[in-house]
């Protein structure tokens, strides 16, 4: 049988994804929250689990390093999804990629006439949003703690992730508006889909099937 690279990140993905694997009879051999193993093995000899970051996901997807991965829809759209397949969303690890500012903030770029400066990790997805409504943005980008910059006057908006909205309000922040719902998807690399038919095909009923 030909070897199967699944790539997950660790945390949430990881445990929500147990289950959707469990049902594909795939166990793996160790925690990745314990071991500080890369690569994990599973019960099944030619299926492995790479354990990376959760943006490194679509990349070791796109370039075969992975077969299959499951990556955030928010993950996606920011990667640009080349070279890959979408196809099952698995409906975990739901939130709502959002645009927020100050409490007193209004959704009226024109009035204000400047350009807004815009705080995210996520600068493709905000530069294609604000460039769709016509707004001049200037987009920083961070990695991490993006409710701060409109406290500290690094930045009039953020674009992140919402889930209840409670961060955002213990920071004097709202969310404004409504970008994309968020959820877990599993992506395939095309190539493997090919070369690896009746494996990924399995795998993929499977795992549908347990959605
Ligand atoms: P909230 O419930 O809106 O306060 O969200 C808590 C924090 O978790 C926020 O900072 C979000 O960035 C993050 N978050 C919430 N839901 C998700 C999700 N599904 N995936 C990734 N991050 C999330």
């Not at 016509?134 to 406290?151: C, F, H, N, T």
């Not at 409504?178 to 070369?195: C, G, P, T």
Request: glycine share 6%; charged share 25%.
């Amino acid at each position: 049988m030909q070897t199967i690279t699944i790539a997950l990140s660790k945390g949430r993905i990881f445990k929500e994804t147990l289950p959707l694997l469990a049902h594909a009879d795939i166990i793996p051999l160790d925690d990745p929250e314990s071991s500080r193993k890369l690569i994990l093995d599973t019960n099944q000899e030619h299926i492995k689990l790479v354990i990376i970051r959760a943006t490194d996901v679509p990349t070791y997807v796109q370039y075969g390093a992975a077969d299959i991965g499951v990556a955030g829809k928010d993950v996606l759209l920011e990667h640009g999804g080349q070279g890959l397949y979408e196809p099952i969303d698995l409906g975990i690890a739901k939130c709502k990629l959002m645009t927020a500012g100050p409490m007193d903030a209004e959704i009226n770029y024109f009035e204000q006439g400047k350009k807004i400066r815009v705080a995210t990790k996520f600068v493709n997805v905000a530069k294609r949003f604000y460039a769709e409504k016509g707004v001049q943005a200037e987009v920083i980008k961070l990695y991490g703690s993006m409710e701060l910059a409109p406290i500290v006057n690094l930045a009039d908006r953020i674009v992140d992730v919402v889930d209840t909205g409670n961060t955002l309000k213990a920071n004097g922040l709202k969310p404004m508006e409504h970008i994309a719902d968020i959820s877990s998807r599993l992506v395939v690399n095309k190539a493997s889909m090919k070369m690896k038919h009746d494996e990924m095909h399995h795998l993929i009923k499977k795992i549908s099937e347990a959605v």
